[in-house]
């Protein structure tokens, strides 16, 4: 992301907000307006960027003296974040979300879809498929995410889970799953079986919408 002040008037975030919609930006963009500006030794895209850096490996359950202990980041900016983070909760109700069709879960995972490198994530559901919570496992390269079922399913365990749904991106904008992707998902396939849980999907997706699901191309 560009420094803000050197963008032109009609790409600042505050004004795509206006101009296009919140649901155009970006995890950094949403993250700079709430921010507002920056200080004298960094600018607000630079803060930005270093708190979603800190809510893609907190999960979004990120501590406030971890949140304050990012440069730029004082008490009245942790503050803002922390109490949107709190009322997007709230209002999002994710356990009450239910997911009945493969494209249900994209609008809890579609704002990873403009990541440079891929994130494999992994949402976990109760026994009515209603999602108990969306978190990233891992954060690969450019064109590879690193993930071992062991860490996919450590969290669902705590859980309860009953089933899963797995996800990652692909920042190529090819929704296509690679060899390594049909790998990855015939062992977290096998791994579901002997814990107990479902393997509901694995899905892969892109920035502006195409996604691959496995489940729906009878790969499950």
């Known amino acids: 992301m560009e420094k803000v002040s050197l963008l032109p008037t009609d790409q600042r975030p505050r004004e795509k907000l206006f101009k296009f919609g919140a649901e155009y930006l970006s995890d950094q963009e949403l993250i700079a307006i709430l921010i507002g500006s920056g200080n004298k030794s960094l600018g607000v895209e630079k803060i930005a960027a270093s708190v979603v850096s ?3 490996t907190a999960n979004c359950g990120v501590r406030a003296d971890t949140l304050l202990s990012l440069p730029g980041v004082g008490a009245a900016k942790g503050a803002l974040i922390l109490a949107a983070l709190e009322f997007a909760r ?7 979300r239910k997911i009945i069709v493969p494209k249900d879960i994209l609008p809890l995972i579609e704002h990873y879809a403009d990541r440079k490198q891929e994130y494999f994530l992994c949402v976990s559901l109760n026994g009515a498929h209603e999602v108990i919570a969306s978190r990233v496992v891992s954060v690969g390269l450019v064109n590879r995410a690193l993930v071992h079922p062991r860490e996919v399913f450590a969290d669902p365990l705590c859980d309860r889970a009953a089933a899963v749904v797995v996800a990652h991106n692909h920042p190529s904008g090819n929704c296509m799953p690679s060899g ?4 990855i998902t015939v062992r977290i396939k096998e791994a579901a079986k002997v814990l107990g849980i479902g393997l509901l ?20």
């Open 54 to 56: 800190l809510l893609d």
């Open 180 to 183: 390594e992707d049909r790998e």
């Open 90 to 96: 709230r209002r999002l109700c994710p356990g009450h």
């Open 201 to 220: 999907d694995h899905i892969v997706f892109t920035k502006g919408g195409p996604y691959y699901s496995f489940r729906e191309h009878k790969e499950l």
